[in-house]
Protein backbone atom coordinates (compact mmCIF):
# COMPACT_ATOMS: atom_id res chain seq x y z
CA UNK A 1 0.00 0.00 0.00
CA UNK A 2 1.02 3.64 -0.66
CA UNK A 3 0.23 6.75 1.36
CA UNK A 4 0.55 10.09 0.03
CA UNK A 5 0.76 13.27 1.93
CA UNK A 6 2.27 16.32 1.95
CA UNK A 7 -0.03 18.41 -0.17
CA UNK A 8 -1.80 22.03 0.73
CA UNK A 9 -1.12 25.44 -0.80
CA UNK A 10 1.19 27.17 -1.25
CA UNK A 11 2.31 30.85 -3.35
CA UNK A 12 3.58 30.83 -6.57
CA UNK A 13 7.39 30.55 -5.85
CA UNK A 14 7.30 28.86 -3.08
CA UNK A 15 8.32 24.80 -1.65
CA UNK A 16 5.86 21.77 -0.21
CA UNK A 17 7.86 18.26 0.33
CA UNK A 18 5.44 15.39 -0.64
CA UNK A 19 6.10 12.18 0.98
CA UNK A 20 4.63 8.55 -0.04
CA UNK A 21 4.90 6.10 2.41
CA UNK A 22 4.70 2.00 1.07
CA UNK A 23 4.03 -0.49 2.95
CA UNK A 24 4.98 -4.05 2.07
CA UNK A 25 8.15 -5.40 0.07
CA UNK A 26 10.09 -3.59 -2.05
CA UNK A 27 12.37 -4.93 -4.38
CA UNK A 28 15.72 -3.36 -5.07
CA UNK A 29 15.06 -2.59 -8.68
CA UNK A 30 11.81 -1.61 -8.12
CA UNK A 31 10.77 2.26 -9.15
CA UNK A 32 8.62 4.43 -7.11
CA UNK A 33 7.35 7.09 -9.07
CA UNK A 34 4.75 10.25 -8.90
CA UNK A 35 2.46 11.63 -11.31
CA UNK A 36 0.01 14.31 -11.45
CA UNK A 37 -3.45 15.17 -12.64
CA UNK A 38 -4.64 18.37 -13.12
CA UNK A 39 -8.67 19.65 -13.92
CA UNK A 40 -9.77 18.49 -16.72
CA UNK A 41 -5.83 16.89 -18.30
CA UNK A 42 -4.74 13.65 -18.65
CA UNK A 43 -2.09 12.01 -15.56
CA UNK A 44 1.19 12.78 -16.44
CA UNK A 45 4.76 11.59 -15.53
CA UNK A 46 6.64 13.91 -12.94
CA UNK A 47 9.86 12.20 -11.52
CA UNK A 48 10.86 8.78 -10.41
CA UNK A 49 13.56 6.76 -8.80
CA UNK A 50 14.77 3.40 -8.65
CA UNK A 51 14.83 2.11 -5.22
CA UNK A 52 18.34 0.52 -5.08
CA UNK A 53 19.89 3.50 -6.66
CA UNK A 54 18.16 6.72 -5.80
CA UNK A 55 18.59 8.41 -9.12
CA UNK A 56 15.82 10.18 -10.41
CA UNK A 57 14.06 10.58 -13.89
CA UNK A 58 12.25 13.48 -14.15
CA UNK A 59 9.57 15.58 -16.89
CA UNK A 60 11.16 18.20 -19.13
CA UNK A 61 8.46 21.00 -16.80
CA UNK A 62 10.03 19.85 -13.46
CA UNK A 63 13.23 19.26 -13.60
CA UNK A 64 15.87 21.51 -11.80
CA UNK A 65 12.66 22.68 -9.80
CA UNK A 66 11.84 18.97 -8.63
CA UNK A 67 14.24 16.57 -6.79
CA UNK A 68 12.93 12.88 -5.87
CA UNK A 69 14.88 10.82 -3.02
CA UNK A 70 13.94 7.78 -0.92
CA UNK A 71 14.69 6.72 2.84
CA UNK A 72 15.97 3.10 2.77
CA UNK A 73 15.35 2.74 6.58
CA UNK A 74 11.60 3.81 6.63
CA UNK A 75 10.52 2.79 2.82
CA UNK A 76 9.38 6.35 2.32
CA UNK A 77 9.74 8.58 -1.44
CA UNK A 78 9.85 12.11 -1.31
CA UNK A 79 9.38 15.01 -3.80
CA UNK A 80 10.62 18.50 -2.93
CA UNK A 81 9.06 20.78 -5.55
CA UNK A 82 10.75 24.45 -5.52
CA UNK A 83 9.86 27.51 -7.38
CA UNK A 84 6.05 25.95 -7.68
CA UNK A 85 4.38 27.27 -10.39
CA UNK A 86 0.37 27.86 -10.91
CA UNK A 87 0.74 25.23 -13.47
CA UNK A 88 2.25 22.59 -10.88
CA UNK A 89 -1.44 22.51 -9.59
CA UNK A 90 -2.51 18.95 -9.81
CA UNK A 91 -3.54 16.22 -7.21
CA UNK A 92 -0.19 13.92 -7.21
CA UNK A 93 -0.02 10.99 -6.71
CA UNK A 94 2.45 8.15 -5.96
CA UNK A 95 2.89 4.94 -7.69
CA UNK A 96 5.46 1.73 -7.05
CA UNK A 97 5.94 -1.37 -9.71
CA UNK A 98 7.92 -4.22 -9.47
CA UNK A 99 11.17 -4.35 -11.59
CA UNK A 100 10.60 -3.70 -14.78
CA UNK A 101 12.16 -3.07 -18.71
CA UNK A 102 9.55 -0.19 -19.51
CA UNK A 103 9.95 3.17 -18.76
CA UNK A 104 9.69 4.67 -15.57
CA UNK A 105 7.53 7.57 -17.24
CA UNK A 106 4.65 5.32 -18.39
CA UNK A 107 2.25 4.99 -16.04
CA UNK A 108 0.72 1.96 -16.98
CA UNK A 109 3.62 0.02 -16.18
CA UNK A 110 2.79 0.78 -12.43
CA UNK A 111 0.74 -1.75 -10.38
CA UNK A 112 0.36 -0.08 -6.98
CA UNK A 113 -1.04 3.88 -6.39
CA UNK A 114 -1.59 5.61 -3.61
CA UNK A 115 -4.95 7.84 -3.24
CA UNK A 116 -3.43 11.36 -4.39
CA UNK A 117 -2.64 14.62 -2.36
CA UNK A 118 -3.37 17.98 -3.43
CA UNK A 119 -1.29 20.48 -4.47
CA UNK A 120 -2.69 24.25 -4.97
CA UNK A 121 0.01 26.95 -6.35
CA UNK A 122 -1.79 30.19 -6.47
CA UNK A 123 -0.76 33.27 -8.72
Known amino acids: QLQASGGGLVQAGGSLRLSCTAS????????MGWFRQAPGKEREFVAA????????TYADSVRGRFTISRDNAKTIVYLQMNSLEPEDTAVYYC??????????????????WGQGTLVTVSS
Open 95 to 112: AARRPKTLSVSMAFSYDY
Open 24 to 31: GRIFSNSA
Open 49 to 56: TIWSTGSG
